[in-house]
């Protein structure tokens, strides 16, 4: 008993499908209908307005349920004498290249442009565009360039070169010091007689006494001691010194000798 009720629910599901796809059949049809009565002839480029040179390619759509050709003309403006752009195109177009159009073979100015959609009975539809200037003769505007900005060069740094010094040469020349020579003043003493053989003595002690004091001013004298100095009075007194002790001893020695010697005379 499930069975039969199951197959009987699939034909009436089967049924409404098919009801519902034969409505929407219908109403694809009349839509279709409808659409292809009205046809659509339509310019998209160029715009009115617009400024044109060389070939241009006008753009747009063309199409009918019973379509035969469309043809594009232009016209002088403000004339509304219409001349075929090209050959009749028998093809439909929807939103591509209608047609090419060497505007250099007309002179500049203002043109209107007309498509026009063909059905098979000799009736058509149209599109106007209006007020397409057609410039080839005089230069088209361009945009101004922005100007880029230049650089500014940065000058070279110059190096300072190095100036040379002068070499200045010192010759030092070396002054051999001058030999100093020791002068001695020699004072002659008189030979003494035999009579005055008592005093021979004293006075030879004192010539030699004189001679160790001269001898001895020389010699300080020569070796630049200032006798103003205290380390000069010093020197010198010791120097004197020495040179007094040597004569007297020497003067001793010949005393004794001399006075020997004037005894053997006395005999």
């Not at 403000?78 to 001349?83: D, G, Y």
């Not at 209006?130 to 740094?157: D, S």
């Not at 020569?222 to 040597?246: I, K, M, S």
């Amino acid at each position: 008993m499930a069975r039969p009720e199951l197959a009987r629910a699939y034909k009436r599901v089967w049924r409404g499908v098919l009801a519902a796809a034969l409505v929407a059949a219908v109403q694809w049809a009349g839509a279709m209908v409808a659409l292809g009565q009205e046809g659509v002839a339509r310019i998209s480029s160029p715009q009115p307005g617009a400024v044109v040179h060389g070939t241009v390619l006008i753009t747009g759509t063309a199409i009918h349920p019973r379509f035969s050709f469309y043809k594009v003309e232009y016209a002088a403006e403000p004339s509304a004498n219409w001349v075929v752009i090209g050959d009749l195109v028998r093809t439909q177009v929807q939103d591509g290249v209608l047609l090419q159009w060497d505007t250099r073979a007309v002179p500049d100015g203002s043109y209107s442009l007309r498509l026009v959609v063909v059905d098979e009975t000799g009736n058509y539809i149209e599109a106007v565009v209006r007020q397409i200037a057609v410039q080839n003769a005089a230069p088209l505007p361009t945009e101004t360039p922005t100007p880029t900005e230049t650089a500014t060069p940065t000058p070279p740094v110059e190096t300072p070169t190095p100036t040379s010094l002068p070499t200045v040469e010192v010759l030092i020349t070396r002054v051999a010091s001058p030999t100093t020579l020791l002068a001695f003043t020699v004072t002659p003493v008189a030979r003494p007689s035999t009579a005055s053989s008592g005093n021979l003595g004293s006075g030879l002690a004192d010539s030699l006494s004189e001679l160790a004091s001269g001898v001895a001013r020389e010699m300080l004298a020569q070796l630049g001691l200032d006798f103003r100095g205290l380390a000069a009075a010093v020197v010198r007194g010791a120097v004197f010194a020495l040179g007094t002790f040597a004569i007297v001893g020497f003067l001793a020695l010949l005393k004794q000798a001399l006075n020997a010697l004037i005894r053997l005379l006395t005999r």
